[in-house]
């Protein structure tokens, strides 16, 4: 996010000093999550109303330095990355990408914490990171273009320090450790200069905390002091196995037994996820070593296009946290200081040519080259694989010529 110029304060100053006028104060900022018994960080209730509790003031004061247009840049990401989710599933529905990961009620876990990076700092993704990735310049297309088919990738991770996806469970938090115990080595956390030192963080959800991957990169992180923060979305869902069957300990302290210290926010309160990634990244560059924090959350859609949730979740869980939608409640908040319809609306009507825009980039796109299958498997020529190429030529040329 950019800085703000002192002539540009006056709006939000007289927001940040008012805004005991339009809120009831919570009077509380960590409470207890009822289903598990555990404090969380909370800087916006359900209801919208902002409070920050005296021992939590180093995260109120982050978002009290906030602008008018940052805080409303948040909400209209978020409401981008909906809107583009939407058509996202739309689009696979009918035929035009061959599977697509939704993210819809995860925006205010990867909005906050995206804008939080720092820009020197990189991001290792799992595969839902959507909105991460729009904070940090990759385009959206370039997202369809890699369910579609067209190329492996699409942006360049020395350019958005947002490295590719990472499809197999887990494995991206060991690639980010290993950037992380590079970037100490090479000399750049801990300098106080912030042109030079960089952080990472690596995304990844309840389910990927089972595997050994993360476990291993948990204890190289702590032993090695590795400037990384772990970031788990839980989301409640690893595909059908619920939180409760993944773990008896609460996420956020799943790093204690490895030395790494944790914290667990409201995933579903933007300024909570932006203030706690914000917070704890700059200690980390600065050379605390490795933190982790968890997000809570729920995913609201399937967990891909090839998944029915019907199948193991009830109706009425879903409607409890519909009711705690990112979106809305930061929208509330954003009315209760001031921003009125004509914000709301210009961001809708740029949701609806978003979505125009994204069908007609894909339709415009050709099949991807029957080669992509089989290039780059091997660094050389390999007789084996084309041996494989030849026959599926074969095989797509005879069913062409029946059609």
Same mark, same amino acid.
């Given at each position: 996010m950019? @800085?703000k110029?002192?002539?540009a304060?006056t709006?939000?100053?007289?927001i940040?000093?008012? =805004?005991n006028?339009?809120?009831q104060?919570l009077a509380?900022?960590?409470?207890v999550?009822?289903?598990?018994?555990e404090?969380?960080?909370?800087?916006?209730?359900?209801?919208g109303?902002?409070?920050v509790?005296?021992?939590?003031?180093?995260?109120?004061s982050i978002i009290?330095s906030?602008s008018?247009?940052?805080?409303?840049t948040?909400y209209?990401?978020?409401?981008?990355?909906?809107?583009?989710?939407?058509?996202?599933?739309?689009l696979?529905?009918?035929?035009?990408l061959?599977?697509?990961?939704?993210a819809?009620?995860?925006?205010?876990?990867?909005i906050?914490?995206g804008?939080?990076?720092?820009?020197?700092?990189?991001?290792?993704?799992?595969?839902?990171e959507?909105?991460?990735a729009?904070t940090?310049?990759?385009?959206?297309?370039s997202i369809?273009?890699?369910?579609?088919?067209?190329?492996?990738?699409?942006?360049?991770p020395?350019?958005?320090?947002?490295?590719?996806y990472? =499809?197999?469970?887990g494995?991206?938090?060991?690639?980010a450790v290993?950037y992380?115990?590079g970037v100490?080595?090479?000399?750049?956390?801990?300098?106080?200069?912030?042109?030079?030192d960089?952080?990472?963080?690596s995304?990844?959800?309840d389910?990927?905390?089972?595997?050994g991957?993360?476990?291993?990169?948990?204890l190289?992180?702590?032993?090695n002091?590795?400037?990384i923060m772990f970031?788990i979305?839980?989301?409640?869902?690893?595909i059908s196995?619920?939180?409760?069957s993944?773990?008896?300990v609460?996420l956020?302290?799943?790093?204690e037994?490895?030395?790494?210290?944790g914290?667990?926010?409201?995933g579903?309160?933007v300024l909570?996820?932006?203030a706690?990634t914000k917070?704890?990244?700059?200690?980390i560059r600065s050379g605390?070593g490795?933190?982790?924090l968890?997000?809570l959350t729920?995913?609201?859609?399937?967990? @891909?296009?090839?998944?029915?949730?019907t199948?193991?979740?009830s109706?009425?869980?879903?409607?409890?946290?519909?009711?705690?939608?990112?979106i809305?409640?930061?929208?509330?908040?954003?009315?209760?200081?001031?921003v009125?319809?004509?914000?709301?609306e210009?961001?809708a009507q740029?949701?609806?040519?978003l979505?125009?825009? =994204?069908r007609?980039q894909?339709?415009?796109?050709g099949?991807?080259p029957?080669?992509? =299958?089989?290039?780059?498997?091997?660094?050389?020529?390999?007789?084996?694989i084309?041996?494989?190429?030849?026959?599926?030529?074969?095989?797509?040329?005879?069913?062409g010529?029946?059609?």
């Amino acid at each position: 996010m950019a @800085t703000k110029s002192p002539t540009a304060l006056t709006s939000e100053v007289m927001i940040k000093r008012n =805004i005991n006028q339009f809120f009831q104060p919570l009077a509380r900022l960590a409470f207890v999550n009822p289903k598990s018994g555990e404090p969380m960080l909370q800087l916006l209730s359900p209801e919208g109303v902002y409070s920050v509790e005296k021992e939590f003031t180093r995260y109120g004061s982050i978002i009290d330095s906030l602008s008018e247009s940052q805080l409303k840049t948040l909400y209209r990401d978020m409401a981008r990355i909906r809107r583009f989710d939407q058509e996202a599933i739309a689009l696979q529905r009918q035929g035009q990408l061959g599977l697509w990961v939704p993210a819809i009620g995860q925006e205010a876990a990867q909005i906050g914490s995206g804008y939080a990076v720092g820009k020197n700092d990189h991001i290792f993704p799992s595969y839902r990171e959507h909105g991460v990735a729009i904070t940090h310049g990759v385009e959206l297309i370039s997202i369809l273009k890699m369910m579609r088919g067209v190329n492996h990738g699409g942006w360049n991770p020395e350019e958005t320090r947002f490295h590719l996806y990472a =499809i197999v469970l887990g494995t991206q938090v060991l690639h980010a450790v290993g950037y992380a115990m590079g970037v100490k080595l090479d000399g750049k956390v801990g300098t106080s200069n912030p042109e030079e030192d960089l952080a990472v963080i690596s995304y990844f959800g309840d389910g990927a905390t089972a595997e050994g991957d993360v476990s291993e990169a948990l204890l190289f992180a702590a032993v090695n002091e590795s400037p990384i923060m772990f970031f788990i979305q839980n989301n409640q869902w690893a595909i059908s196995a619920n939180i409760d069957s993944q773990t008896k300990v609460p996420l956020y302290r799943r790093g204690e037994g490895f030395g790494v210290p944790g914290l667990r926010v409201d995933g579903n309160d933007v300024l909570a996820c932006y203030a706690a990634t914000k917070y704890h990244m700059d200690q980390i560059r600065s050379g605390s070593g490795p933190y982790l924090l968890e997000a809570l959350t729920y995913r609201i859609g399937a967990h @891909t296009t090839s998944d029915d949730p019907t199948k193991y979740r009830s109706e009425e869980e879903v409607e409890i946290w519909k009711a705690r939608d990112p979106i809305k409640r930061y929208e509330v908040f954003l009315r209760r200081q001031g921003v009125d319809d004509s914000f709301f609306e210009e961001v809708a009507q740029a949701g609806d040519k978003l979505a125009e825009e =994204i069908r007609e980039q894909i339709f415009a796109l050709g099949k991807p080259p029957l080669e992509h =299958i089989f290039d780059n498997v091997y660094s050389d020529p390999h007789p084996e694989i084309d041996k494989q190429k030849a026959w599926l030529r074969a095989y797509e040329d005879q069913m062409g010529s029946h059609e």
